[in-house]
């Protein structure tokens, strides 16, 4: 059997199952190279920006590497805008989206509320608070969060920085995304 038969899930087989099982598990071990592919589609997309959004992303993981983060923080930099291309509106829910089965919690909630609190630093030109930030003050991602955006992600559109190509990257990327999705998928059982 090559592919399932039923119509519907009531009708499915337990064999039906357990290859769409296998194909699920060999499609997931492969999302390192898909994610990848995706960042490159960055390539080119300035906004306006002095830097296109895939060097942004390469320069604030080289800041990160450089600032000693571990490994999966220095991934969240590198992936933290891959979703840009698809919808530039909630760009950081995408990439929380498809980095959260495989990171801790907290570097998932950074994510998802960088953009928030990279407002700190451009807020005001829009007529907003550049504090709102604040009103999460007692989360425990925080100071992770405001470290992130200050540090590494708003000082990343330098045209001279010298910053390292994807290839310096590739191998954490596919360390962090071969991690068993949320510790753990289930076996299918009897």
């Known amino acids: 059997m090559t592919q399932a038969s039923f119509r519907r899930f009531d009708e499915s087989r337990r064999e039906e199952w357990a290859l769409i099982d296998s194909h699920f598990r060999a499609y997931q071990a492969d999302a390192s190279r898909r994610v990848l592919v ?3 589609r960055l390539r080119g997309d300035h906004h306006g920006y002095p830097v296109d959004r895939y060097e942004h992303c ?3 993981a080289t800041r990160a590497l450089r600032a000693g983060a571990n490994e999966e923080m220095v991934v969240c930099a590198l992936l933290h805008d891959i ?3 698809l919808s530039p509106a909630n760009h950081a829910e995408i990439a929380a989206g498809i980095l959260e089965p495989f990171i801790d ?3 998932t909630w950074m994510i998802r509320h960088h953009e928030l609190f990279q407002g700190y630093h ?3 030109f829009f007529g907003l608070d550049p504090h709102a930030r604040d009103a999460y003050r007692d989360h425990p991602a925080f100071e992770r969060t405001v470290r992130f955006c200050d ?4 000082t990343s559109f330098d045209k001279d920085y ?3 190509p994807l290839d310096a990257f590739v ?9 068993t999705p949320f510790d753990g998928l289930p076996e299918l059982v009897d």
């Open 38 to 40: 995706h960042l490159e």
């Open 122 to 124: 451009y807020r005001h």
């Open 83 to 85: 979703g840009d291309d």
């Open 58 to 60: 390469l320069q604030t």
């Open 151 to 154: 540090e590494w992600d708003q």
């Open 162 to 164: 010298d910053t390292l």
């Open 171 to 179: 191998p954490m990327v596919e360390r962090v995304l071969a991690r």
């Open 105 to 107: 919690p907290l570097n």
